[in-house]
């Protein structure tokens, strides 16, 4: 059994920063790609950032330049620096992450029970 647990979110100002952490517990063997998802009322689930098992990044346009992905491979935990943040990322974020083969029986998805961050104007 596999958990993510995030923390780091809350209230900030615009212009502020925060950093957010996803920590697995649980028996895990190795996470293939793990990413940053964020919702905000009445849009869709959007990807923010992904950090794959080799260390490749991908951010998303609207956060190029302010956020900054990383994992810790032997700790199981993946961050996400914020900065400059803007009204406008206030959403709800999840961490998410997959283990085990692609396209094969040992295959999981994981999802974190998401945290929420609010940017003050």
């Known amino acids: 059994q596999v958990q993510l647990v995030e923390s780091g979110g809350g209230l900030v100002q615009a212009g502020g920063s925060l950093t957010l952490s996803c920590a697995a517990s649980?028996?895990?063997?190795?996470?293939?790609?793990m990413g940053w998802y964020r919702q905000a009322p009445g849009k869709q689930r959007e990807l923010v950032a992904l950090?794959?098992?080799?260390?490749?990044?991908h951010l998303a346009d609207s956060v190029q330049g302010r956020f900054t992905i990383s994992r810790d491979n032997a700790k199981n935990t993946m961050y996400l620096q914020m900065n400059s943040l803007k009204p406008e990322d206030t959403a709800v974020y999840y961490c998410?992450?997959?283990?085990?083969?692609?396209?094969?029986?040992?295959?999981?998805?994981?999802w974190g029970q998401g945290t929420q961050v609010t940017v003050s104007s």
């Open positions: 950090v794959t098992n080799s260390g490749g990044t």
């Open positions: 998410n992450a997959d283990s085990g083969r692609y396209h094969s029986a040992s295959w999981r998805e994981y």
């Open positions: 649980g028996t895990i063997f190795n996470f293939n790609a």
